[in-house]
């Protein structure tokens, strides 16, 4: 977008919705702050986290909500445990882990077209889903180039191979709570429920299979696409076979055994995930149940954010190499978080988590539902395709971010006017931001791997098209198959009774 027509929008779109605030109620000063920030966010007029800091002036400046209540919203449980997980995620990366399990996936897959591409899809998909998927992409992207340079593809095959790790990423996001921030967006919207059933276990519970299902139709799709002339279609040279085999093996041998550093984050990142699965898995009695305490008939819980925290404390205490530098670096520095953290994903987060607060305080909540309440004649699985769309449609040229935290209040207002399980509706939504595939802005991982170049974007459209519906349509069955096993989807649960936990308005 030029310079002067962003300027433009700049100016005239708050103008524009300016008799949302002129003798109004508190509902509609929250709508203009709400669809403000949903067209800056969309256009990126402004920063994105720039833009997530509007509730900050302009809840107070409109009364709907004092500064103080609006700034602690930024920081919640659900923040603090992203924070503490991308550091980790970090120290992984610092020390070469990740590398090192995406080598070894290629030295086992094979070195024929099709088995490069799990070599590449398997290990992108499993980092993904612990570590942030840009820097998954922008960590395969080296290995990517070197590996074409061998295979001596052609620009089909180049183009597949790209798409096939930018696809990869997006998926793997979803296996996990930690995988991308719609997840933990989700998470922290489900707070305002006691007793939901949304924990680490349950989320890998129902998105594991999905994700499998969806890796497999991104790896069929885009040989389809990029091959359909020659379906069988393999590299058949054995000097090609040799040297790419060699070039991976050498890059792996160039690693050297395990240090004590990468053992060291491999075992405090193992720590922390079995600390976060057994929470409350569902099964047996967690560990937080053991660890509660009353002060004045109040009960203080610990989430997952403590021990998250707890753990990425002691990354900067132990030493990277204490047997011959017991005073050097440790396994992650302060200047490492300051260089490379992504800070502008907290404020997003939180940006959405205020919207969030505004709207139900404002009632602007209830005032959507009251008009969605049509709804209730459409059969559920429409009305979820159609939030879907939705949200798929959006999710193409916004941040998935952004996304989620816009329509996410909206879908939780649905499900209470429906008399639905929130999480049939929300889970649905919150999947099919992540699975955006059609255009380079969609993503972080699409847009690194169209800026190496041998992309057009016509094929990513065309091919992102074809998976986005059908990773809905995977997303839709997994609701109505196992997901119903995993969270009880057929009836309205009593934890999903809003009216003690909105306020009535």
Same mark, same amino acid.
């Given at each position: 977008?030029?310079?002067?027509?962003?300027?433009?929008?700049?100016?005239?779109?708050?103008?524009?919705?300016?008799?949302?605030?002129?003798?109004?109620?508190?509902?509609?000063?929250?709508?203009?702050?709400?669809? =403000?920030?949903?067209?800056?966010?969309?256009?990126? =007029?402004?920063?994105?986290?720039?833009?997530?800091?509007?509730?900050?002036?302009?809840?107070?400046?409109?009364?709907?909500?004092?500064?103080?209540?609006?700034?602690?919203?930024?920081?919640?449980?659900?923040?603090?445990?992203?924070?503490?997980? =991308?550091?980790?995620?970090?120290?992984?990366?610092?020390?070469?882990?990740?590398?090192?399990?995406?080598?070894?996936?290629?030295?086992?897959?094979?070195?024929?077209?099709?088995?490069?591409?799990?070599?590449f899809m398997l290990p992108t998909?499993?980092?993904?889903?612990?570590?942030?998927?840009?820097?998954?992409?922008?960590?395969?992207?080296?290995?990517?180039?070197?590996?074409?340079?061998?295979?001596k593809a052609n620009k089909k095959?180049?183009?597949?191979?790209?798409?096939?790790?930018?696809?990869?990423?997006?998926?793997?996001?979803?296996?996990?709570?930690?995988?991308?921030?719609?997840?933990?967006?989700?998470?922290?919207?489900?707070?305002?429920?006691?007793?939901?059933?949304?924990?680490?276990?349950?989320?890998?519970?129902?998105?594991? +299979?999905?994700?499998?299902?969806?890796?497999?139709?991104?790896?069929?799709?885009?040989?389809?696409?990029?091959?359909?002339?020659?379906?069988?279609?393999?590299?058949?040279?054995?000097?090609?076979?040799?040297?790419?085999?060699?070039?991976?093996?050498?890059?792996?041998?160039?690693?050297? +055994?395990?240090?004590?550093?990468?053992?060291?984050?491999?075992? =405090?990142?193992?720590?922390?995930?079995?600390?976060?699965?057994?929470?409350?898995?569902?099964?047996?009695?967690?560990?937080?149940?053991?660890?509660?305490?009353?002060?004045?008939?109040?009960?203080?819980?610990?989430?997952?954010?403590? +021990?998250?925290?707890?753990?990425?404390?002691?990354?900067?205490?132990?030493?990277?190499?204490?047997?011959?530098?017991?005073?050097?670096?440790?396994?992650?520095?302060?200047?490492?978080?300051?260089?490379?953290?992504?800070?502008?994903?907290?404020?997003?987060?939180?940006?959405?988590?205020?919207?969030?607060?505004?709207?139900?305080?404002?009632?602007?909540?209830?005032?959507?539902?009251?008009?969605?309440?049509?709804?209730?004649?459409?059969?559920?699985?429409?009305?979820?395709?159609?939030?879907?769309?939705?949200?798929?449609?959006?999710?193409?040229?916004?941040?998935?971010?952004?996304?989620?935290?816009?329509?996410?209040?909206?879908?939780?207002?649905?499900?209470?006017?429906?008399?639905?399980?929130?999480?049939?509706?929300?889970?649905?939504?919150?999947?099919?931001?992540?699975?955006?595939?059609?255009?380079?802005?969609?993503?972080?991982?699409?847009?690194?791997?169209?800026?190496?170049?041998?992309?057009?974007?016509?094929?990513?459209?065309?091919?992102?098209?074809?998976?986005?519906?059908?990773?809905?349509?995977?997303?839709?069955?997994?609701?109505?198959?196992?997901?119903?096993?995993?969270?009880?989807?057929?009836?309205?649960?009593?934890?999903?009774?809003?009216?003690?936990?909105?306020?009535?308005?």
């Amino acid at each position: 977008m030029k310079w002067w027509i962003k300027c433009a929008f700049q100016i005239v779109t708050p103008l524009c919705l300016l008799p949302l605030v002129i003798g109004t109620g508190a509902a509609e000063r929250c709508a203009y702050v709400v669809m =403000l920030m949903a067209i800056f966010w969309t256009l990126e =007029l402004l920063p994105l986290p720039v833009t997530s800091l509007f509730p900050v002036f302009l809840f107070p400046l409109l009364g709907i909500l004092d500064t103080n209540r609006t700034s602690m919203v930024y920081l919640k449980a659900t923040n603090m445990m992203y924070m503490g997980s =991308l550091m980790m995620a970090l120290a992984v990366e610092e020390s070469g882990l990740h590398r090192r399990i995406a080598l070894k996936a290629l030295c086992v897959a094979g070195t024929g077209i099709r088995k490069v591409m799990l070599g590449f899809m398997l290990p992108t998909a499993f980092l993904s889903m612990w570590i942030s998927n840009a820097a998954t992409a922008a960590m395969m992207l080296p290995i990517v180039e070197a590996v074409l340079e061998q295979l001596k593809a052609n620009k089909k095959h180049r183009a597949m191979i790209l798409l096939c790790v930018a696809y990869s990423a997006n998926i793997g996001g979803t296996g996990t709570l930690i995988g991308t921030p719609p997840n933990m967006i989700l998470m922290e919207f489900l707070q305002q429920y006691k007793d939901h059933p949304l924990n680490f276990g349950t989320w890998m519970l129902f998105s594991l +299979p999905q994700l499998l299902v969806n890796l497999l139709l991104v790896w069929i799709t885009l040989q389809v696409y990029f091959n359909r002339s020659n379906l069988k279609s393999e590299v058949q040279k054995k000097d090609v076979e040799s040297g790419l085999k060699s070039t991976v093996q050498e890059k792996y041998a160039a690693l050297g +055994p395990m240090q004590f550093h990468e053992i060291s984050v491999l075992t =405090l990142f193992s720590t922390l995930v079995i600390i976060w699965f057994f929470r409350q898995p569902g099964f047996v009695p967690g560990w937080a149940s053991f660890l509660q305490h009353k002060i004045k008939d109040e009960v203080v819980t610990i989430s997952s954010a403590s +021990p998250t925290i707890l753990i990425v404390t002691l990354l900067f205490l132990v030493p990277r190499d204490p047997r011959n530098d017991p005073d050097g670096d440790k396994l992650l520095t302060w200047t490492q978080v300051q260089r490379r953290f992504p800070w502008g994903i907290i404020l997003l987060m939180g940006g959405g988590f205020a919207l969030a607060e505004g709207s139900k305080l404002s009632c602007l909540t209830n005032l959507i539902g009251e008009q969605l309440s049509s709804l209730s004649s459409c059969p559920l699985p429409v009305v979820l395709l159609v939030l879907c769309l939705v949200t798929s449609v959006v999710s193409q040229i916004a941040s998935n971010s952004a996304t989620i935290s816009m329509i996410l209040p909206v879908v939780l207002n649905v499900a209470e006017v429906l008399q639905v399980n929130p999480l049939y509706l929300a889970l649905g939504v919150t999947l099919t931001a992540s699975n955006a595939f059609m255009l380079p802005v969609s993503t972080p991982p699409n847009a690194i791997v169209h800026s190496a170049g041998g992309i057009r974007v016509l094929d990513m459209v065309c091919s992102g098209l074809v998976l986005n519906l059908l990773c809905m349509l995977v997303t839709a069955l997994s609701l109505h198959t196992h997901a119903t096993l995993v969270f009880d989807l057929t009836e309205f649960p009593a934890w999903a009774n809003v009216s003690s936990a909105l306020q009535t308005c």
